[in-house]
């Protein structure tokens, strides 16, 4: 029995409309074919996309008896570890300094009344005194600018690197950086353009220090950089929440936005 060509010109149709009319699926790049040097290199490349930042950013911290203080901090940050971050106080005025200068720091703090001092090495107890998040300047500044943290630090030789997974659905991979001397660190980032959407540092023994997630991620002159950052402190299970307003990214940034000098005739307090 032969069909009509009424019903030959809808199947016609119907065959044009399956293959020509469904959205067509942008293809990503095939992470998984990577050896880990690419990965790394990819990393690396997005690394230096990602340079400095400077700005207001709004937080929500972690209080006294699990109540949550939001605070405005001014920050700067400039890879790969050099911080500076000012909690200002209900008056607007600086409360607490925390200045990270070529792995010093030094701290101003005004919380309890009288201004006090203190100088030492850079740490991961350093970030807790400020913001209440164990981690050591050069980790915050590498979430604060998105990008994998891939210099070594003396005397120890450079971190390696390690394709965990990769995501298809979600067009994202996963990748553990081993760190000589400290903890890992496991990022995830999109295979379109290895922006990272999360994070996780560990210490040096295995245990978890803080997880990080990375949201609205906005076009800053070709570079994606996130708007909101959630961290979850693992010990605690206390949650901050940064919020970067009125920033800028990758303009040049002096050592003098970094450095912290007290006055003189000040007492300076080891940290």
Not at 48 to 66: D, I, N, S
Not at 161 to 177: C, F, N, R
Not at 198 to 223: I, N, P, T
Request: charge should be negative.
């Amino acid at each position: 029995m032969r069909s009509s060509p009424g019903i030959q010109w809808i199947v016609v149709v119907v065959v044009i409309v399956a293959v020509a009319g469904c959205p067509h699926q942008p293809q990503l790049p095939d992470v998984s074919t990577l050896t880990n040097d690419e990965v790394r290199a990819r990393l690396e490349h997005s690394a230096t996309r990602r340079q400095t930042l400077e700005g207001v950013v709004k937080a929500r911290l972690p209080g006294v008896e699990g109540l949550v203080v939001n605070a405005t901090l001014d920050v700067a940050a400039r890879a790969p570890g050099d911080l500076s971050v000012a909690v200002r106080s209900f008056f607007e005025m600086p409360q607490q300094v925390l200045a990270a200068f070529q792995g010093e720091v030094v701290l101003y703090d005004a919380t309890s009344g009288a201004p006090r001092f203190f100088r030492g090495p850079a740490s991961e107890r350093t970030l807790a005194r400020v913001l209440g998040v164990p981690l050591a300047p050069d980790d915050v500044t590498a979430l604060l600018l998105g990008r994998a943290p891939l210099e070594p630090r003396a005397p120890w030789p450079p971190p390696k690197v390690h394709l965990l997974s990769v995501d298809e659905e979600h067009g994202t991979y996963t990748v553990q950086i081993d760190r000589p001397g400290r903890g890992a660190v496991i990022v995830t980032a999109r295979a379109v353009d290895d922006a990272l959407v999360a994070a996780e540092v560990f210490r040096g023994d295995g245990r978890k220090l803080v997880s990080c997630r990375f949201d609205q991620l906005s076009d800053r002159q070709g570079v994606a950089f996130a708007q909101r950052i959630s961290l979850v402190v693992k010990e605690s299970g206390q949650e901050l929440a940064l919020e970067i307003q009125d920033a800028r990214f990758n303009q040049p940034l002096p050592d003098e936005a970094f450095v912290l000098v007290p006055p003189s005739g000040a007492v300076v307090s080891p940290l």
